[in-house]
């Protein structure tokens, strides 16, 4: 079965600093894609970046950029240059690859970041 | 372009009541998944649908049910409520599930069973 691990229940980030959110996972599927999500007090869950396991390249999408590293099956996600509206819940989440596709995702328990001034 | 619209976004329900949620995906997204949130057990898949065609089913009680219009357009359905169905409802939308699409969410529904 599948699981994502997000060890980090908060963090805090001085404004302007980067920060890193650490996120592991586990399948035996060689085929699946890693998404992170931002969700603010509203509830609303945005979507940040996506990664799939036969990308070559680390994902990147304006102040962020996922580090992926296969072989340790870690997909954390980095945020630069932090600005106070970063402060919300992380979710890192797993879809696994399987035939005729699918949209299950399988998510971590969230780390929850503070940007501080 | 729209987002993922979910209706209503906030509701008070009785224990032993029904609900009906809605979603609208993006324009030409075709799957749509729903998932619950509550402090306890995080985030849980509930089922997934693909061209009227439910694709994939997560572990809850049969209370749980939805279906998918022509449209595209989602509801799920909560019947006999219990306090413990108390959670935030998201709605997410995709093109068609196959592997590299995007999976949006909606701003979600807030359940709250008395």
């Known amino acids: 079965a599948q699981k994502i691990t997000q060890t980090q229940p908060g963090m805090f980030v001085q404004e302007k600093e ?25 509830g609303e869950m945005i979507f940040l970046i996506y990664q ?17 590293q296969k072989a340790r099956k870690s997909a954390n996600l980095v945020i630069s ?22 949209n299950k995702l399988t998510f971590g328990t969230g780390t929850q970041l503070k940007v501080e001034l | 372009k729209a ?9 008070i329900k009785t224990r032993g009541q029904q609900v009906t949620l809605s979603c609208s995906p993006i324009s030409g997204h075709r799957s749509v998944s ?16 693909f061209s009227e065609t439910q694709r994939n089913k997560g572990n809850f009680p049969g209370r749980f049910s939805g279906r998918q219009f022509s449209n595209s357009r989602s509801e799920m359905n909560v019947s006999t409520l219990e306090l413990g169905d108390s959670a935030l409802y998201l709605c997410a939308s995709s093109l068609s599930g196959l592997s590299g699409n995007t999976i949006y969410f909606g ?3 807030w359940l709250t069973v008395v």
């Open chain 1, 52 to 68: 799939g396991s036969y990308d070559q390249q680390n994902a990147t999408e304006g102040r962020y950029s996922l580090n992926f």
């Open chain 2, 107 to 109: 701003e979600g529904s």
């Open chain 1, 81 to 102: 240059a932090s600005q106070l509206g970063d402060s919300a819940m992380y979710f890192c989440a797993m879809r696994e690859g399987r035939r005729g596709g699918g």
């Open chain 2, 3 to 11: 987002g993922v619209t979910q209706t209503p976004r906030y509701l």
């Open chain 2, 34 to 49: 729903w998932y619950q949130q509550t402090p306890g057990q995080g985030l849980q898949f509930l089922f997934e649908y």
């Open chain 1, 18 to 42: 980067a920060v890193t959110l650490d996120c592991t996972y586990d399948t035996s599927d060689p085929s699946y894609g890693l998404f992170w999500y931002k969700q603010p007090s509203s």
